[in-house]
């Protein structure tokens, strides 16, 4: 199969409503280039002609098919790019061209426990809780909740693991994720983990375990009714999020789901289907564009808040559990980045001296990051449709960072595609992806 020219499309959009003025690359007649240079109401851009021609190289460099961007400032001020194609014969990569997040969709289960709790504690939800469970929060245990479903080898696991250990992954029980397959269930999932040895004890240390975010999802179901019919009803809806589904067919029938590539450059199917959504729909089951990203980040930059209705998507107590660290995934930092820590479905950290929460996502054919600067006013959406991508998950993100506020890092390198290997390996750490498992999410 052959590798899309990259070459055919190049395009970065600032989004005012000043007079536009063409500038000159390798651009498909059908989009517009917008002038990227100088500042716009007191902000600086970030997608540049610098910045795409580096784009275009580094895209070059790593196989990377397609590659859509965002970049949002306060005041509504936004900037789109994108560049490479979304299939095979050529057809351009735009800002609604959908992508499947991986974990990247960790922030929409949190978020939905968050509101749970938050229907719960002012009587909204009246499902009733377990004899004996008076209340539904963070501090909740699972064996309270699920006293059929939840069974773990270590005694004091089964006793005390809370709401909050499971999705800030302090469960004790590591990723096991040739422990389930396509055929299996929610309810399947969350039995298997009676089986599943852990690696250390609750709370001794964070372990990245995507089976936890099935877990909250089979939680949410429980109690809500269909987990995404309610990240539906009480996310994307309220946000316009049109397009944002968690349906594979639904997306491909679209016409708007980008095709997918493995890492050196074969294309492969779509990993997710209709017949497995359910089980990953927790854990990186999302499948959305840089185009309605924006609607989801800028209620992210603004507390919770939907900027454009006033209305509160996240309630405040929920935005700020699940965006502060309980969890430290580093306890050592360098002269670019801070100790970092992971809230729910979230990682915290600093890099170069600003406040930077993020997730990346990594299934086959996917690379995905979301970032917000809370004090700075800045978010960043990156989706691309090649695995396993240092450049649109960490050199890209951080890159905008030190152009936006004219930073430079002590160490600035480039991975060349021969470090492959320690590339995985690096990304594996980081981020807390595994390299031996099927679907890394």
């Given at each position: 199969m052959r590798f899309p020219n990259l070459a055919s499309t190049a395009t970065a959009v600032w989004l005012t409503t000043l007079t536009t003025t063409h500038v000159s690359c390798h651009a498909d007649p059908a989009q517009t280039i917008f002038d990227s240079t100088g500042p716009v109401q007191g902000y600086k851009k970030?997608?540049?002609?610098?910045?795409?021609?580096?784009?275009?190289?580094?895209?070059?460099?790593?196989?990377?098919?397609?590659?859509?961007?965002?970049?949002?400032?306060?005041?509504?001020?936004?900037e789109f790019g994108a560049w490479?194609?979304?299939?095979?014969?050529?057809?351009?990569?735009?800002?609604d061209t959908l992508f499947i997040l991986a974990s990247v969709s960790k922030a929409f289960l949190s978020a939905s426990m968050g509101i749970l709790i938050d229907d719960y504690a002012h009587g909204r939800n009246t499902t009733p809780l377990p004899a004996g469970v008076d209340t539904f929060d963070w501090d909740t245990?699972?064996?309270?909740?699920?006293?059929?479903?939840?069974?773990?080898?270590?005694?004091?696991?089964?006793?005390?693991?809370?709401?909050?250990?499971?999705l800030s992954h302090i469960s004790g029980i590591p990723r096991h994720d040739f422990s389930y397959g396509p055929n299996d269930t929610l309810p399947d999932a969350v039995r298997k983990l009676q089986h599943l040895r852990p690696a250390f004890e609750l709370r001794e240390k964070w372990s990245y375990n995507n089976m936890m975010y099935m877990l909250g999802a089979h939680l949410i179901a429980t109690y809500a009714g269909s987990y995404a019919r309610f990240v539906e009803e009480r996310i994307w809806t309220p946000l316009n999020m049109t397009s944002t589904t968690y349906s594979p067919s639904k997306a491909a029938a679209s016409g708007k789901l980008t095709q997918s590539w493995i890492t050196f450059g074969r294309r492969i199917p779509t990993w997710h289907t209709d017949a497995t959504i359910d089980l990953n729909q927790g854990p990186g089951g999302v499948i959305s564009s840089v185009e309605d990203l924006e609607k989801w980040v800028r209620t992210l930059m603004n507390g919770g808040v939907d900027p454009r209705t006033n209305k509160t998507i996240i309630p405040p107590s929920a935005?700020?559990?699940?965006?502060?660290?309980?969890?430290?995934i580093s306890g050592t930092g360098d002269g670019n980045e801070s100790i970092s820590g992971y809230g729910m479905g979230w990682m915290r950290s600093s890099y170069l001296g600003h406040d930077v929460v993020e997730h990346s996502g990594g299934i086959p054919g996917f690379s995905t990051q979301i970032a917000f600067l809370p004090s700075s006013g800045i978010g960043i959406v990156a989706l691309s449709n090649a695995d396993m991508k240092f450049f649109p998950i960490v050199e890209l993100p951080q890159r905008i960072i030190r152009d936006i506020y004219n930073l430079t890092a002590s160490t600035v390198t480039a991975p060349a595609p021969s470090a492959a290997p320690n590339l995985s390996e690096r990304l594996a750490t980081a981020r807390g992806e595994s390299i031996s498992a099927p679907p890394p999410l």
């Open positions: 970030a997608i540049t002609p610098e910045l795409a021609r580096d784009i275009e190289a580094a895209m070059r460099r790593d196989k990377i098919p397609g590659l859509a961007l965002g970049v949002f400032h306060r005041d509504g001020i936004s490479g194609s979304k299939t095979e014969e050529g057809e351009a990569v735009n800002k245990k699972i064996k309270a909740l699920l006293p059929e479903d939840w069974a773990p080898m270590d005694k004091w696991a089964n006793e005390k693991v809370s709401l909050k250990d499971i935005f700020a559990a699940v965006t502060s660290a309980q969890a430290i």
